[in-house]
């Protein structure tokens, strides 16, 4: 056996004394249960303790793995620098799961800096840890912008390099559930915070991983987590493993959610392959979007299938529409994969002969040319979702009374600086927001005076 357990814990730096000074005592469950996860350690005695933490180095589209011989980190940033954890990296452990990511074609590994020591995430848990156990060596792992599949990949991959070097391992899996629970609270409210904590508690309690897997990033972000991901890790390191799960408390008096959770393996179990079961239900729910697609993204996919497997531009289908031939506007085509933005590429007003030749080559250009992302490889080519935006023609906003975020995309300009915003996205919810992050993604400060332009869109999913 090589993964032997795994915990949830959360990290509020009130938890400690001498940050809470008396205020810790409303989590007085949280803290027994703290213990109970440091005891039960001691106990299973491990020689590895994989440690995944939200506030390590976090990248929008490579997972961090520390290379360095020790982590030292410190609560510092919150008045508390006597309160610390450290220990010895497991340096041939970290080079062999970086090396396997690499060869799986995972974006993870070492390539990021080595500074961590402001990282409470794993503070804390560790500083519980080592004062009833600290013979072992440690793996310190951060989150990022990629998919909940390309996390638990890496937990799958960390189980297999756990078992090939014959490593006694516990893996502990640090976040909090959502920050907005409370109206007075430091976050505010909203509903889907109490939602999501009903839902992934009673995930945790019965040990659903493939819960965690479902979980929209949409959803999440509006429940404004922190610890999704990291609980998305711990569940791949135990894919295809009994386990007794237990959920030992859930406590949220200062509008944050803290679970604490764990999960002793027991021993094989194949019917537990949640990964395997995801990708199934992601291929049937691909499927039956296909079949209801409308011509405008029929044609996307097409573009995309095309460019990806023959690494041309392709011609236009003999048996277009005549509509998408005679029309000409502006268009964005939106690549999505299990939730998460994979590509968005558009133009404002038509720069090719027709709608049809506008959806081509920003279809090509959204899954070959953003950026943001790496080029869409074949393999991913059977989980993507598509959206055609068809643009009006934009016109100046003379009052901000008269914007919609959810109805008019917006356009911020000053010079050659640009800006564009989609209307109806998820999380924006206010004209404000919308003009802000399009704002930001001009490089135009709020202090500028800037040219702002509305327009409506057809959605076409």
């Not at 995972?106 to 080592?130: E, M, Q, R, W, Y």
């Not at 599949?149 to 014959?166: C, F, K, P, S």
């Not at 509006?222 to 959920?247: N, T, Y």
């Amino acid at each position: 056996m090589s993964v032997k357990a795994a915990f949830i814990v959360p990290h509020p730096p009130i938890i400690m004394k001498e940050i809470g000074k008396g205020e810790e005592l409303a989590i007085l469950k949280t803290i027994n249960s703290y213990m109970d996860v440091a005891k039960k350690t001691a106990w299973l005695k491990p020689a590895l303790i994989v440690l995944i933490s939200p506030h390590g180095l976090c990248y929008s589209d490579y997972i961090h793995i520390f290379l360095g011989a020790k982590f030292y980190g410190d609560l510092g940033a919150f008045g508390a620098p006597q309160v610390n954890a450290e220990a010895d990296i497991d340096i041939e452990f970290v080079k062999r799961l970086s090396d396997k990511a690499r060869k799986e074609g995972l974006n993870a590994g070492t390539a990021g800096k080595s500074d961590l020591n402001d990282d409470h995430g794993a503070v804390i848990p560790l500083h519980f840890i080592n004062k009833q156990y600290d013979d072992y060596k440690l793996v310190h792992i951060s989150l990022s912008g990629l998919s909940n599949v390309d996390h638990y990949r890496l937990g799958m991959l960390i189980a297999q390099t756990a078992q090939e070097m014959n490593k006694d391992t516990v893996v502990v899996a640090s976040g909090d559930l959502s920050h907005r629970l409370k109206k007075d609270g430091p976050y505010g409210y909203i509903k889907e915070g109490h939602l999501f904590d009903n839902e992934i508690t009673a995930a945790m309690e019965e040990g659903d991983f493939l819960k965690f897997l479902s979980f929209s990033p949409d959803y999440a972000q509006k429940a404004a987590e922190c610890g999704l991901k990291s609980f998305i890790i711990m569940a791949g390191a135990l894919d295809r493993k009994d386990v007794l799960p237990k959920l030992l408390s859930y406590e949220a008096p200062f509008g944050v959610g803290y679970a604490v959770a764990s999960f002793e393996v027991l021993g094989d179990n194949e019917e537990r392959c949640f990964l395997d079961k995801y990708l199934q239900a992601e291929r049937q729910k691909i499927q039956n979007v296909k079949q209801n697609e409308d011509e405008y993204v029929r044609l996307a996919r097409y573009a995309v299938e095309y460019y990806v497997k023959n690494k041309k531009t392709p011609p236009l289908p003999k048996d277009i529409n005549q509509e998408l031939l005679n029309e000409k506007a502006g268009v964005f085509v939106s690549l999505k994969i299990q939730g998460n933005l994979r590509g968005c590429i558009g133009t404002l007003s038509p720069i090719h002969g027709s709608v049809a030749h506008e959806i081509i080559y920003n279809a090509v250009s959204a899954c070959s040319e953003d950026p943001r992302f790496n080029p869409v490889s074949q393999e991913e080519l059977p989980f993507l979702f598509y959206g055609v935006d068809v643009l009006s023609q934009p016109l100046p906003v003379t009052d901000k009374s008269m914007l919609d975020a959810k109805r008019y995309g917006v356009i911020v300009s000053k010079g050659r600086k640009k800006g564009v915003l989609l209307p109806d996205l998820s999380g924006i919810d206010t004209v404000e927001e919308q003009i802000l992050i399009a704002l930001k993604k001009a490089g135009i400060s709020e202090e500028e005076d800037y040219d702002l332009e509305y327009f409506e869109v057809i959605r076409h999913q």
